[in-house]
């Protein structure tokens, strides 16, 4: 069995979802009372599987009636640009005018309730907790759960629940479980990338969605500004090699005022984990975007060789066996020095 971004997966204790689980969570949406609030919450700083699997799912709970729907995030409630296109995004709310206690909620690709910000208080005052996963490292927070640690995008997880719920797929929740889909397959080139994926891709396209103009809408369209940023960021990458026991780190940063400078907004520092971590010689590869005047969303990935989740939740975070991430704090060769001295701890030897 393989889960997101390759990692393979130790037997029955990461087993998916049982009948039970499913029957629970169906339960839980059929039971509804008429007039009742359900709110959708998914991770900080939210990707497209987050937004894809949080707006689809949401936009299929509208079509089985229900009329007090929210979606929202944490943090400034900021999407970012790619995905400003989505299907469903009326369904989203700032986090401040979220439902302080509704009767459902539904959370999206969140491994902690950490993930949730200020809102992971619902999980307390909603009547019932959802939580629709794919991480490995989820900690089982909520009540009911739909974990899969095999399952290649929290969009997969959430398409099997419609489907239970009997609710049809049209271009619109397509549209946004395939943006799901393709964000955290890397475009179908991780090793997740299954037949079951390929089958998933398949319903979703029999809708009459477009994929050539999704993905150039995603992945393949960013400012000029960014592209002059990008050039700027790689041109101070710095190559490692005895780091990760020979293995190799490649890394670079990006600061706030590097995004000033070139009047970006800080999404688009998202792929640029995509442009280092090609880098043959390296193993591991790592970016640092500032986000504070001592503070790094730190995004960390590995071709085999070293378990990256295991030196994000040593830091303090976590994420996938080969695409994990943490906040460090203090300067950029503080936390490049802390994440080197967990690298040689988390190499895979099996
Ligand atoms: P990113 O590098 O931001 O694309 O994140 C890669 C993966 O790492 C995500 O899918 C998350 O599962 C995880 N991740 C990133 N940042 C954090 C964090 N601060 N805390 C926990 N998990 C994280
Ligand atoms: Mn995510
Ligand atoms: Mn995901």
């Known amino acids: 069995m393989t889960g997101p971004t390759g990692d393979v997966l130790p037997g029955p204790a990461l087993a998916g979802p049982t009948e039970a689980d499913w029957a629970a969570a169906v339960a839980a949406v059929r039971r509804l009372p008429t007039g009742a609030r359900v709110l959708l919450?998914?991770?900080?700083?939210?990707?497209?599987?987050?937004?894809?699997?949080m707006l689809g799912f949401g936009l299929g709970l509208r079509r089985l009636g229900v009329r007090q729907l929210q979606a929202t995030f944490p943090g400034p409630p900021e999407v970012p640009e790619p995905l400003r296109w989505l299907p469903g995004l009326d369904l989203l709310v700032p986090a401040a005018e979220a439902y302080p206690d509704p009767d459902l909620v539904?959370?999206?690709?969140?491994?902690?309730?950490?993930?949730?910000?200020?809102?992971?208080?619902?999980?307390?005052?909603?009547?019932?907790?959802?939580?629709?996963?794919?991480?490995?490292?989820?900690?089982?927070?909520?009540?009911?759960?739909?974990?899969d640690p095999g399952a290649a995008a929290t969009s997969?997880?959430?398409?099997?629940?419609?489907?239970?719920?009997?609710?049809?797929?049209?271009?619109?929740?397509?549209?946004?479980?395939?943006?799901?889909l393709t964000t955290d397959t890397g475009s179908f080139r991780f090793e997740a990338t299954t037949p079951a994926v390929h089958q998933l891709a398949a319903r979703l396209l029999a809708t009459g969605i477009r994929p050539g103009d999704i993905s150039r809408q995603v992945f393949d369209t960013r400012p000029f500004g960014a592209v002059r940023l990008f050039g700027e960021v790689l041109g101070r990458a710095v190559l490692d090699c005895p780091a990760a026991a020979g293995h190799g780190l490649v890394w670079t940063y990006a600061t706030m005022d590097d995004l000033v400078r070139h009047d970006q907004r800080p999404y688009v520092l998202e792929s640029l984990i995509d442009s280092v971590r090609c880098t043959a010689e390296a193993d591991v590869a790592c970016v640092l975007k500032q986000v504070g005047p001592e503070e790094w969303a730190v995004s960390l990935r590995s071709k085999g060789?070293?378990?990256?989740?295991?030196?994000?939740?040593?830091?303090?975070?976590?994420?996938?066996?080969?695409?994990?991430g943490f906040t460090g704090l203090g300067s950029a060769q503080k936390v490049l020095g802390r994440i080197r001295a967990e690298l040689d701890g988390a190499l895979i030897t099996s």
């Open 41 to 53: 919450v998914c991770h900080v700083n939210p990707d497209g599987d987050a937004l894809g699997s």
């Open 305 to 324: 060789a070293v378990d990256v989740s295991r030196v994000a939740m040593a830091l303090g975070g976590g994420g996938h066996r080969f695409a994990a």
């Open 156 to 180: 997969v997880v959430a398409e099997e629940l419609l489907g239970r719920l009997d609710v049809p797929l049209d271009a619109e929740i397509a549209a946004c479980l395939y943006v799901a």
């Open 106 to 147: 539904v959370c999206f690709d969140a491994a902690s309730a950490s993930r949730l910000g200020e809102l992971a208080d619902r999980l307390d005052t909603a009547g019932e907790a959802l939580v629709l996963d794919h991480h490995a490292s989820n900690t089982g927070f909520g009540r009911l759960h739909l974990v």
